[in-house]
């Protein structure tokens, strides 16, 4: 099966808060990306607020819960307090936690799994006890699977921002997904299921696709919001979706 395409809303919620105005929508935006055949949302709520707001998490629970039952919300950041009852509050399908700074413009690493044990395994077994699955953000490196695995986390998910960034380089990109696909490759040996996310576009995603088949979902913000400026949400859904293969 084909990876799943998670919109994440961001980009959308960062324009909208230039201005004190309720536009552009980031449910309205979403209801559309949803009946346009996308799997799920994604959010990531930062301290700050200064794109999604924690008063949008709520809304988006609800689009989904009403009407796209099947679609999946999954919100993703930094494990502190505010944010794990933020979860806890809101019941995402899947919580993906990242190693960001709250001041950071955009993730930007993945975390450390060995070094950072002690902070990841106690917040990953309340997070199961709750019920939630979790996938941590992940940079392509093979030798840190197993370190990945035993946190106990569901999935990673792999930081996809150096091959992205080889978007006029074709070379360098083939060097940048070899990582990534033997990373997959280590992870899934592990246990482990496999996403990816940032810098994600039409032009990348079909190689990504063909070298990791088993990718289980892509979370995809900055570029399909570009895209739709271009071509509508709906238009640029049907594009990704294709992408990825379905």
Same mark, same amino acid.
């Given at each position: 099966?084909?990876a799943?395409?998670?919109?994440?809303?961001?980009?959308?919620a960062m324009?909208r808060?230039?201005?004190?105005?309720?536009?552009?929508?980031?449910?309205?935006l979403?209801?559309?990306?949803?009946?346009?055949?996308?799997?799920?949302?994604?959010?990531?709520?930062?301290?700050?607020?200064r794109?999604?707001?924690?008063?949008?998490?709520?809304e988006?629970?609800?689009?989904?819960?009403?009407e796209?039952?099947?679609?999946e919300?999954?919100?993703?950041?930094?494990p502190?307090?505010d944010f794990?009852?933020?979860v806890e509050?809101?019941?995402?399908?899947?919580?993906?936690?990242v190693?960001?700074?709250?001041?950071?413009?955009?993730?930007d690493?993945?975390?450390?799994?060995?070094?950072?044990?002690?902070?990841?395994k106690?917040?990953?077994?309340?997070?199961?006890?709750?019920?939630?699955r979790?996938?941590l953000?992940?940079?392509?490196?093979p030798a840190?699977?197993?370190?990945?695995?035993?946190?106990g986390a569901?999935?990673?998910?792999?930081?996809?921002?150096?091959y992205?960034?080889c978007?006029?380089?074709?070379?360098?990109?083939?060097?940048?997904l070899?990582?990534?696909a033997?990373?997959?490759?280590?992870?899934?040996?592990a246990?482990?299921? =496999?996403?990816? /996310? %940032?810098? &994600?576009?039409? $032009?990348? @995603?079909?190689?990504? #696709?063909?070298?990791?088949?088993k990718?289980?979902? =892509?979370?995809? /913000? %900055?570029? &399909?919001?570009a $895209?739709? @400026?271009?071509?509508? #949400?709906?238009?640029?859904?049907r594009?990704?979706?294709?992408?990825? /293969?379905?």
């Open positions: 099966m084909p799943k395409l998670s919109v994440n809303v961001n980009a959308i324009l808060n230039r201005r004190d105005l309720p536009w552009p929508s980031v449910t309205g979403g209801r559309i990306a949803l009946a346009a055949g996308a799997h799920g949302l994604t959010v990531h709520p930062r301290p700050d607020q794109h999604i707001r924690f008063s949008d998490v709520p988006i629970r609800a689009l989904i819960d009403d796209f039952p099947k679609a919300f999954n919100i993703e950041g930094y502190s307090e794990l009852q933020l509050k809101h019941q995402p399908e899947q919580v993906t936690l190693p960001d700074d709250p001041s950071q413009a955009t993730s690493h993945g975390w450390d799994f060995a070094g950072q044990a002690s902070l990841l106690p917040v990953v077994a309340r997070l199961k006890k709750g019920g939630f979790v996938s953000f992940s940079d392509a490196d840190a699977m197993s370190a990945a695995r035993d946190t569901d999935r990673i998910e792999l930081f996809t921002g150096p992205g960034a978007f006029d380089d074709s070379a360098k990109a083939a060097k940048e070899e990582k990534l033997k990373t997959a490759e280590a992870a899934l040996a246990g482990l299921a =496999v996403n990816a /996310g %940032h810098d &994600l576009v039409v $032009d990348n @995603l079909p190689l990504l #696709m063909k070298r990791i088949p990718l289980a979902e =892509v979370s995809i /913000g %900055h570029g &399909l919001t $895209d739709a @400026l271009e071509h509508g #949400m709906a238009g640029t859904i594009r990704y979706i294709k992408a990825c /293969g379905w």
